[in-house]
Protein backbone atom coordinates (compact mmCIF):
# COMPACT_ATOMS: atom_id res chain seq x y z
CA UNK A 1 0.00 0.00 0.00
CA UNK A 2 1.42 3.15 -1.03
CA UNK A 3 1.07 6.42 0.72
CA UNK A 4 0.37 9.64 -1.27
CA UNK A 5 0.72 13.36 0.05
CA UNK A 6 -0.94 15.97 -1.90
CA UNK A 7 -1.07 19.57 -0.92
CA UNK A 8 -4.77 20.99 -0.65
CA UNK A 9 -5.94 24.33 -0.17
CA UNK A 10 -9.24 25.26 1.27
CA UNK A 11 -11.21 28.55 2.02
CA UNK A 12 -11.65 29.03 5.79
CA UNK A 13 -12.10 31.73 8.06
CA UNK A 14 -10.24 32.97 11.05
CA UNK A 15 -10.58 36.21 13.18
CA UNK A 16 -7.02 37.70 13.23
CA UNK A 17 -6.46 39.53 16.16
CA UNK A 18 -5.15 42.78 15.50
CA UNK A 19 -2.96 45.07 17.69
CA UNK A 20 -5.47 47.68 17.89
CA UNK A 21 -7.97 45.06 18.12
CA UNK A 22 -6.79 43.43 21.35
CA UNK A 23 -5.91 47.24 22.56
CA UNK A 24 -10.01 47.83 22.18
CA UNK A 25 -10.25 44.48 24.49
CA UNK A 26 -8.18 45.73 27.00
CA UNK A 27 -9.66 49.04 27.37
CA UNK A 28 -13.04 47.33 27.33
CA UNK A 29 -11.89 45.31 30.28
CA UNK A 30 -9.85 48.23 32.56
CA UNK A 31 -11.69 49.84 35.75
CA UNK A 32 -11.59 53.68 35.55
CA UNK A 33 -8.68 53.51 38.04
CA UNK A 34 -7.34 51.58 35.42
CA UNK A 35 -8.01 53.43 32.58
CA UNK A 36 -6.65 56.10 34.51
CA UNK A 37 -3.40 55.20 34.62
CA UNK A 38 -3.35 53.51 30.49
CA UNK A 39 -4.55 57.24 29.36
CA UNK A 40 -1.91 59.13 31.88
CA UNK A 41 1.11 56.25 29.54
CA UNK A 42 -0.61 57.04 26.27
CA UNK A 43 -0.48 61.02 26.86
CA UNK A 44 3.14 61.13 27.62
CA UNK A 45 3.61 58.76 24.70
CA UNK A 46 1.69 60.40 21.99
CA UNK A 47 2.28 64.01 21.56
CA UNK A 48 -1.09 64.66 19.22
CA UNK A 49 -2.59 63.56 22.64
CA UNK A 50 -3.80 65.86 24.93
CA UNK A 51 -6.29 66.10 28.10
CA UNK A 52 -8.83 68.40 29.36
CA UNK A 53 -10.37 67.60 32.61
CA UNK A 54 -14.17 68.33 33.23
CA UNK A 55 -15.69 69.94 36.17
CA UNK A 56 -18.05 67.81 37.61
CA UNK A 57 -21.53 69.96 36.38
CA UNK A 58 -20.13 69.55 32.59
CA UNK A 59 -19.41 65.89 33.50
CA UNK A 60 -23.31 65.83 34.65
CA UNK A 61 -24.98 67.40 31.66
CA UNK A 62 -23.19 65.46 28.89
CA UNK A 63 -25.47 63.34 26.81
CA UNK A 64 -28.35 63.16 29.66
CA UNK A 65 -31.41 61.57 28.14
CA UNK A 66 -34.78 60.55 29.77
CA UNK A 67 -36.23 57.27 29.43
CA UNK A 68 -40.29 56.59 29.12
CA UNK A 69 -40.08 53.04 29.98
CA UNK A 70 -42.81 50.67 30.89
CA UNK A 71 -43.51 47.94 32.89
CA UNK A 72 -44.76 43.96 31.73
CA UNK A 73 -45.97 41.72 33.77
CA UNK A 74 -42.54 40.44 34.60
CA UNK A 75 -41.25 44.11 35.91
CA UNK A 76 -38.82 44.31 33.65
CA UNK A 77 -38.17 47.24 31.27
CA UNK A 78 -39.16 46.38 27.81
CA UNK A 79 -37.26 49.59 26.28
CA UNK A 80 -33.97 50.40 26.14
CA UNK A 81 -31.00 53.62 24.56
CA UNK A 82 -28.32 53.32 25.32
CA UNK A 83 -24.30 55.38 24.57
CA UNK A 84 -25.25 58.52 26.46
CA UNK A 85 -23.30 59.45 29.87
CA UNK A 86 -26.43 59.61 32.06
CA UNK A 87 -29.53 57.55 31.30
CA UNK A 88 -32.93 58.44 33.67
CA UNK A 89 -35.62 55.79 34.46
CA UNK A 90 -38.97 56.51 35.94
CA UNK A 91 -40.42 54.96 38.54
CA UNK A 92 -43.38 55.32 40.53
CA UNK A 93 -42.75 56.13 43.62
CA UNK A 94 -41.23 58.82 45.82
CA UNK A 95 -38.07 57.85 48.03
CA UNK A 96 -36.60 60.62 50.27
CA UNK A 97 -32.52 60.08 50.63
CA UNK A 98 -31.99 58.09 53.55
CA UNK A 99 -28.48 59.52 53.61
CA UNK A 100 -29.45 63.38 53.71
CA UNK A 101 -28.38 63.55 57.79
CA UNK A 102 -25.53 61.96 58.28
CA UNK A 103 -22.04 63.33 59.57
CA UNK A 104 -19.03 62.18 58.59
CA UNK A 105 -17.28 60.36 61.64
CA UNK A 106 -14.32 61.89 63.42
CA UNK A 107 -12.03 58.72 62.89
CA UNK A 108 -12.22 55.65 62.12
CA UNK A 109 -10.55 52.36 63.49
CA UNK A 110 -8.27 52.50 60.96
CA UNK A 111 -6.95 55.98 61.34
CA UNK A 112 -6.57 55.51 64.91
CA UNK A 113 -4.68 52.25 64.44
CA UNK A 114 -2.13 53.95 61.85
CA UNK A 115 -1.23 57.03 63.78
CA UNK A 116 -0.20 54.42 66.12
CA UNK A 117 1.68 52.24 64.08
CA UNK A 118 3.70 55.44 62.63
CA UNK A 119 4.19 56.95 66.08
CA UNK A 120 5.00 53.08 68.10
CA UNK A 121 7.02 50.95 65.08
CA UNK A 122 10.19 52.50 64.26
CA UNK A 123 11.37 49.41 62.61
CA UNK A 124 11.07 49.67 58.94
CA UNK A 125 10.67 46.23 58.07
CA UNK A 126 7.97 46.05 60.87
CA UNK A 127 6.02 49.32 60.15
CA UNK A 128 5.44 47.65 56.45
CA UNK A 129 4.44 44.47 58.06
CA UNK A 130 1.85 46.30 60.44
CA UNK A 131 0.55 49.09 57.59
CA UNK A 132 -0.47 45.46 55.42
CA UNK A 133 -1.89 43.76 58.10
CA UNK A 134 -4.10 47.11 58.71
CA UNK A 135 -5.97 45.82 55.85
CA UNK A 136 -6.82 42.23 58.08
CA UNK A 137 -8.36 44.32 60.65
CA UNK A 138 -12.24 43.57 60.63
CA UNK A 139 -14.71 46.29 62.00
CA UNK A 140 -14.89 44.14 65.52
CA UNK A 141 -11.25 44.72 65.87
CA UNK A 142 -10.76 41.58 65.57
CA UNK A 143 -7.44 40.18 63.04
CA UNK A 144 -9.54 38.24 60.40
CA UNK A 145 -8.38 34.64 59.86
CA UNK A 146 -6.29 34.96 56.87
CA UNK A 147 -3.84 37.72 57.61
CA UNK A 148 -0.91 35.34 57.12
CA UNK A 149 -1.14 36.08 53.70
CA UNK A 150 0.73 39.00 54.38
CA UNK A 151 3.53 36.51 54.97
CA UNK A 152 3.06 34.71 51.52
CA UNK A 153 2.64 38.51 49.89
CA UNK A 154 5.83 40.17 51.97
CA UNK A 155 7.68 36.78 52.32
CA UNK A 156 8.75 38.13 55.67
CA UNK A 157 9.30 35.21 58.06
CA UNK A 158 6.46 33.84 60.64
CA UNK A 159 8.45 35.13 63.64
CA UNK A 160 8.24 38.44 62.30
CA UNK A 161 5.08 38.22 61.44
CA UNK A 162 3.76 37.46 65.23
CA UNK A 163 6.12 39.83 66.73
CA UNK A 164 4.32 42.46 64.93
CA UNK A 165 0.89 40.88 65.87
CA UNK A 166 2.50 41.41 69.59
CA UNK A 167 3.41 44.64 68.84
CA UNK A 168 -0.08 45.76 67.74
CA UNK A 169 -2.42 43.88 70.04
CA UNK A 170 -0.74 46.50 72.61
CA UNK A 171 -2.21 49.42 70.85
CA UNK A 172 -5.62 50.95 71.75
CA UNK A 173 -8.29 49.88 71.88
CA UNK A 174 -7.25 47.57 73.75
CA UNK A 175 -8.02 44.45 72.60
CA UNK A 176 -7.61 45.29 68.97
CA UNK A 177 -6.07 42.74 66.85
CA UNK A 178 -7.17 40.19 69.10
CA UNK A 179 -7.47 36.77 67.06
CA UNK A 180 -9.53 34.90 69.78
CA UNK A 181 -12.09 35.84 72.64
CA UNK A 182 -9.65 35.63 75.47
CA UNK A 183 -6.85 37.16 73.28
CA UNK A 184 -8.98 40.39 73.14
CA UNK A 185 -10.00 40.64 76.37
CA UNK A 186 -7.11 39.82 78.05
CA UNK A 187 -5.46 43.21 77.21
CA UNK A 188 -8.34 44.96 79.04
CA UNK A 189 -8.14 43.54 82.34
CA UNK A 190 -4.55 44.18 81.84
CA UNK A 191 -4.68 47.58 81.68
CA UNK A 192 -6.97 47.33 84.89
CA UNK A 193 -4.97 45.62 86.48
CA UNK A 194 -7.26 42.76 86.95
CA UNK A 195 -5.67 39.86 85.46
CA UNK A 196 -5.55 37.54 88.61
CA UNK A 197 -4.97 33.95 88.31
CA UNK A 198 -8.24 32.68 88.62
CA UNK A 199 -9.26 35.39 85.81
CA UNK A 200 -6.33 34.02 83.68
CA UNK A 201 -7.74 30.32 84.26
CA UNK A 202 -11.39 31.17 83.01
CA UNK A 203 -9.33 33.13 80.14
CA UNK A 204 -7.44 29.88 79.00
CA UNK A 205 -10.66 27.59 79.51
CA UNK A 206 -13.53 29.50 78.20
CA UNK A 207 -14.21 27.13 75.20
CA UNK A 208 -14.51 24.01 78.27
CA UNK A 209 -16.65 25.85 80.01
CA UNK A 210 -19.09 26.45 77.40
CA UNK A 211 -18.84 23.11 76.95
CA UNK A 212 -19.89 22.07 79.83
CA UNK A 213 -16.66 21.22 82.04
CA UNK A 214 -17.26 23.42 85.01
CA UNK A 215 -16.48 20.59 87.42
CA UNK A 216 -13.77 19.09 85.83
CA UNK A 217 -12.06 22.22 85.16
CA UNK A 218 -12.64 23.46 89.05
CA UNK A 219 -10.80 20.54 90.02
CA UNK A 220 -8.13 20.66 87.87
CA UNK A 221 -7.03 24.26 88.52
CA UNK A 222 -7.89 24.09 92.19
CA UNK A 223 -10.43 27.00 91.97
CA UNK A 224 -13.59 27.48 94.00
CA UNK A 225 -17.58 28.47 92.58
CA UNK A 226 -16.95 31.62 94.18
CA UNK A 227 -13.32 32.47 92.89
CA UNK A 228 -14.64 31.29 89.28
CA UNK A 229 -17.97 33.75 89.60
CA UNK A 230 -15.72 36.37 90.70
CA UNK A 231 -13.31 36.00 87.56
CA UNK A 232 -16.63 35.57 85.15
CA UNK A 233 -17.94 38.59 86.67
CA UNK A 234 -14.73 40.77 85.66
CA UNK A 235 -14.34 39.21 82.29
CA UNK A 236 -18.04 40.28 81.39
CA UNK A 237 -17.72 43.57 82.30
CA UNK A 238 -15.07 43.95 79.21
CA UNK A 239 -15.69 44.73 75.54
CA UNK A 240 -16.02 41.70 73.32
CA UNK A 241 -15.86 43.81 70.37
CA UNK A 242 -13.52 47.08 71.10
CA UNK A 243 -13.54 48.00 67.22
CA UNK A 244 -17.51 48.49 67.06
CA UNK A 245 -16.17 51.79 69.33
CA UNK A 246 -15.31 53.30 66.02
CA UNK A 247 -16.81 53.66 62.51
CA UNK A 248 -15.20 51.42 60.47
CA UNK A 249 -13.79 51.74 56.43
CA UNK A 250 -13.91 49.10 54.09
CA UNK A 251 -10.90 47.63 52.90
CA UNK A 252 -10.13 48.70 49.83
CA UNK A 253 -11.01 52.61 47.77
CA UNK A 254 -13.51 51.11 45.33
CA UNK A 255 -13.85 54.03 42.51
CA UNK A 256 -17.33 53.20 40.99
CA UNK A 257 -17.35 53.19 37.32
CA UNK A 258 -21.01 54.20 36.99
CA UNK A 259 -23.35 55.62 39.72
CA UNK A 260 -27.00 55.01 40.29
CA UNK A 261 -29.06 57.86 41.54
CA UNK A 262 -32.92 58.95 41.85
CA UNK A 263 -34.45 61.82 42.04
CA UNK A 264 -37.82 62.01 42.97
CA UNK A 265 -39.51 58.99 40.89
CA UNK A 266 -36.49 59.05 38.46
CA UNK A 267 -33.49 56.53 38.22
CA UNK A 268 -30.28 58.08 36.93
CA UNK A 269 -27.36 56.24 35.90
CA UNK A 270 -24.36 57.78 35.11
CA UNK A 271 -20.51 56.82 34.02
CA UNK A 272 -18.40 58.32 36.45
CA UNK A 273 -16.04 60.27 34.13
CA UNK A 274 -15.02 62.81 36.50
CA UNK A 275 -12.07 60.65 37.22
CA UNK A 276 -10.81 60.36 33.69
CA UNK A 277 -10.19 63.29 31.29
CA UNK A 278 -11.41 64.12 27.70
CA UNK A 279 -9.29 62.79 25.38
CA UNK A 280 -8.54 65.05 22.47
CA UNK A 281 -6.34 65.71 19.19
CA UNK A 282 -3.65 68.97 19.87
CA UNK A 283 -4.74 70.35 16.87
CA UNK A 284 -2.25 73.55 17.88
CA UNK A 285 0.53 70.58 17.56
CA UNK A 286 -0.50 69.35 14.14
CA UNK A 287 -0.48 72.72 12.75
CA UNK A 288 2.73 73.47 14.26
CA UNK A 289 3.94 70.14 12.57
CA UNK A 290 2.24 71.22 9.38
CA UNK A 291 3.86 74.49 8.72
CA UNK A 292 7.34 72.64 9.00
CA UNK A 293 9.38 70.51 6.44
CA UNK A 294 9.68 67.21 7.55
CA UNK A 295 11.74 64.33 6.96
CA UNK A 296 9.87 61.20 5.17
CA UNK A 297 10.87 59.24 8.59
CA UNK A 298 9.14 62.66 11.21
CA UNK A 299 6.11 62.41 8.31
CA UNK A 300 5.42 58.49 9.27
CA UNK A 301 6.22 59.02 12.97
CA UNK A 302 3.44 62.13 13.31
CA UNK A 303 0.84 59.90 10.78
CA UNK A 304 1.47 57.02 13.41
CA UNK A 305 0.72 58.59 16.27
CA UNK A 306 -2.26 60.64 15.17
CA UNK A 307 -3.56 57.57 13.64
CA UNK A 308 -3.21 55.94 17.13
CA UNK A 309 -5.01 59.31 18.75
CA UNK A 310 -7.81 58.37 16.75
CA UNK A 311 -8.13 55.19 17.48
CA UNK A 312 -7.51 55.45 21.33
CA UNK A 313 -10.95 58.01 21.33
CA UNK A 314 -12.58 55.81 18.80
CA UNK A 315 -11.97 53.47 21.39
CA UNK A 316 -12.75 55.02 24.71
CA UNK A 317 -16.28 56.13 23.19
CA UNK A 318 -16.69 52.72 22.46
CA UNK A 319 -16.21 51.53 25.95
CA UNK A 320 -18.26 54.66 27.03
CA UNK A 321 -21.10 53.37 25.14
CA UNK A 322 -20.98 50.02 26.06
CA UNK A 323 -20.69 50.40 29.79
CA UNK A 324 -23.55 52.52 29.65
CA UNK A 325 -25.58 49.81 27.78
CA UNK A 326 -25.22 46.88 30.17
CA UNK A 327 -25.13 49.20 33.15
CA UNK A 328 -28.80 50.60 31.49
CA UNK A 329 -29.86 47.19 30.98
CA UNK A 330 -29.09 45.64 34.61
CA UNK A 331 -30.98 48.75 36.10
CA UNK A 332 -33.76 47.88 33.83
CA UNK A 333 -33.84 43.85 34.66
CA UNK A 334 -32.98 44.68 38.63
CA UNK A 335 -34.96 47.55 39.46
CA UNK A 336 -37.20 45.74 41.90
CA UNK A 337 -34.29 45.19 43.80
CA UNK A 338 -32.53 48.40 43.91
CA UNK A 339 -36.38 49.62 44.99
CA UNK A 340 -37.25 47.02 47.40
CA UNK A 341 -34.00 45.13 48.50
CA UNK A 342 -32.62 42.04 48.13
CA UNK A 343 -35.69 39.74 47.99
CA UNK A 344 -36.29 41.18 44.61
CA UNK A 345 -33.15 40.33 43.02
CA UNK A 346 -33.72 38.37 39.95
CA UNK A 347 -31.71 35.92 38.44
CA UNK A 348 -30.14 37.39 35.53
CA UNK A 349 -27.36 35.34 33.45
CA UNK A 350 -24.46 36.91 30.75
CA UNK A 351 -26.16 35.26 27.94
CA UNK A 352 -30.00 37.35 28.52
CA UNK A 353 -28.07 40.10 28.65
CA UNK A 354 -25.74 39.90 25.04
CA UNK A 355 -29.21 38.74 23.44
CA UNK A 356 -31.01 41.50 24.63
CA UNK A 357 -27.98 44.00 23.43
CA UNK A 358 -26.81 42.11 20.40
CA UNK A 359 -23.32 41.90 22.30
CA UNK A 360 -21.06 38.68 22.39
CA UNK A 361 -21.34 37.33 25.79
CA UNK A 362 -17.39 37.29 26.18
CA UNK A 363 -17.91 41.38 25.80
CA UNK A 364 -20.20 41.23 28.72
CA UNK A 365 -18.25 39.19 30.65
CA UNK A 366 -14.92 41.86 30.45
CA UNK A 367 -17.19 44.85 31.18
CA UNK A 368 -18.88 43.83 34.13
CA UNK A 369 -15.70 42.17 35.35
CA UNK A 370 -14.23 44.33 37.90
CA UNK A 371 -16.36 47.42 37.35
CA UNK A 372 -18.27 48.99 40.07
CA UNK A 373 -21.70 50.75 40.70
CA UNK A 374 -22.45 52.79 43.19
CA UNK A 375 -26.24 52.49 44.40
CA UNK A 376 -29.07 54.00 47.55
CA UNK A 377 -28.33 50.41 48.62
CA UNK A 378 -24.68 50.35 48.16
CA UNK A 379 -21.64 49.74 45.53
CA UNK A 380 -21.56 46.76 43.82
CA UNK A 381 -19.36 44.95 41.19
CA UNK A 382 -21.42 44.54 37.97
CA UNK A 383 -20.77 40.95 37.91
CA UNK A 384 -23.02 40.67 41.26
CA UNK A 385 -25.85 40.93 39.71
CA UNK A 386 -25.53 37.88 37.11
CA UNK A 387 -26.70 35.11 39.47
CA UNK A 388 -27.79 30.88 38.78
CA UNK A 389 -32.03 30.84 38.97
CA UNK A 390 -34.02 28.55 41.45
CA UNK A 391 -37.29 27.31 40.25
CA UNK A 392 -39.68 27.04 43.08
CA UNK A 393 -42.51 24.86 43.80
CA UNK A 394 -44.97 26.34 41.69
CA UNK A 395 -42.70 26.81 38.54
CA UNK A 396 -44.18 29.75 37.83
CA UNK A 397 -41.24 32.39 39.82
CA UNK A 398 -37.59 32.01 39.63
CA UNK A 399 -35.47 33.14 42.53
CA UNK A 400 -31.98 34.12 41.95
CA UNK A 401 -29.15 32.10 44.17
CA UNK A 402 -28.59 35.41 46.19
CA UNK A 403 -32.22 35.58 46.89
CA UNK A 404 -31.42 32.43 48.75
CA UNK A 405 -28.55 32.94 50.57
CA UNK A 406 -30.35 36.02 52.20
CA UNK A 407 -33.24 34.13 52.91
CA UNK A 408 -31.06 31.23 54.74
CA UNK A 409 -28.85 33.71 56.55
CA UNK A 410 -32.03 35.38 57.47
CA UNK A 411 -33.26 32.48 59.16
CA UNK A 412 -30.19 31.71 60.80
CA UNK A 413 -30.24 34.79 62.10
CA UNK A 414 -34.36 33.87 63.39
CA UNK A 415 -33.21 30.52 64.73
CA UNK A 416 -33.60 29.72 68.65
CA UNK A 417 -30.30 29.87 70.34
CA UNK A 418 -30.04 26.43 72.00
CA UNK A 419 -31.64 24.32 68.87
CA UNK A 420 -29.66 25.69 65.85
CA UNK A 421 -31.52 25.09 62.54
CA UNK A 422 -29.67 21.92 60.35
CA UNK A 423 -29.43 22.01 56.74
CA UNK A 424 -32.13 19.86 56.82
CA UNK A 425 -34.45 21.67 58.92
CA UNK A 426 -33.90 24.73 56.41
CA UNK A 427 -34.68 22.34 53.27
CA UNK A 428 -37.91 21.92 54.78
CA UNK A 429 -38.46 25.92 56.10
CA UNK A 430 -37.31 27.28 52.16
CA UNK A 431 -39.92 24.04 51.12
CA UNK A 432 -42.65 26.10 53.16
CA UNK A 433 -42.21 28.71 51.52
CA UNK A 434 -42.43 27.30 48.53
CA UNK A 435 -38.78 27.49 47.01
CA UNK A 436 -37.33 23.69 46.23
CA UNK A 437 -33.54 23.43 47.10
CA UNK A 438 -32.03 20.29 48.36
CA UNK A 439 -29.82 19.88 51.47
CA UNK A 440 -26.23 19.95 49.88
CA UNK A 441 -27.45 23.51 47.80
CA UNK A 442 -27.79 24.83 51.51
CA UNK A 443 -24.96 24.09 52.43
CA UNK A 444 -22.93 25.39 49.69
CA UNK A 445 -24.90 28.42 50.07
CA UNK A 446 -24.44 28.71 54.00
CA UNK A 447 -20.52 27.78 53.94
CA UNK A 448 -20.15 30.59 50.73
CA UNK A 449 -21.28 33.03 53.38
CA UNK A 450 -18.93 31.60 56.33
CA UNK A 451 -21.89 30.55 57.96
CA UNK A 452 -20.86 28.11 60.42
CA UNK A 453 -22.74 24.42 61.04
CA UNK A 454 -25.38 24.23 63.42
CA UNK A 455 -23.03 21.91 65.40
CA UNK A 456 -20.35 24.88 65.65
CA UNK A 457 -23.47 28.07 66.25
CA UNK A 458 -24.51 25.67 69.19
CA UNK A 459 -21.12 25.88 70.69
CA UNK A 460 -20.99 29.57 69.59
CA UNK A 461 -24.26 30.17 71.49
CA UNK A 462 -22.79 28.66 74.32
CA UNK A 463 -19.68 30.79 74.65
CA UNK A 464 -21.98 33.96 74.28
CA UNK A 465 -24.51 32.31 76.85
CA UNK A 466 -21.48 32.09 79.35
CA UNK A 467 -20.21 35.74 78.68
CA UNK A 468 -22.96 37.29 78.88
CA UNK A 469 -24.87 36.00 81.72
CA UNK A 470 -23.76 35.42 85.66
CA UNK A 471 -23.52 32.22 87.36
Known sequence: MRIIQRIVQRPTQTLVMTRQLQQAIHLLELSNLELASYLEQALLENPILEAEHL???????????????????????????????????????????PFHDLKAPEKTLREVVAEQIRSHISNQKHQLIASNLLFYLEPSGYLAPDYKEVQKTLKCTEKDLEDVVAQLQKFEPAGVFARTLAECLRPQLQAQNLLSKPVEIVLQNLQKF?????????????????????????????NPKPGLEYEYESNDTIIPDAYLSKSGNTWVVRLNDNSLPRILINKNYLQQFNRLELSPHEKKYINERLHTAHFIIKALEQRAQTLMQVCTEIVKRQTLFFQYGILYLKPMTLKEISQ?????????????????????????????????????????????????KFRIKALIHEEKKMSPLSDEALVDLLKAEGIQVARRTITKYRESQ????????????KMEELFHKNI
Open 356 to 404: SLHLHESTISRVTTNKYIQTPRGTFELKYFFTSKLQTLNKKKDLSSETI
Open 55 to 97: CPEESTALGAEEIEPYYDDENLWSSHHAGSLTKKFTSGEQETD
Open 210 to 238: ADGHLSSILKMYHLSQEEFAEALMLIQQQ
Open 450 to 461: NIPSSYERKKRY
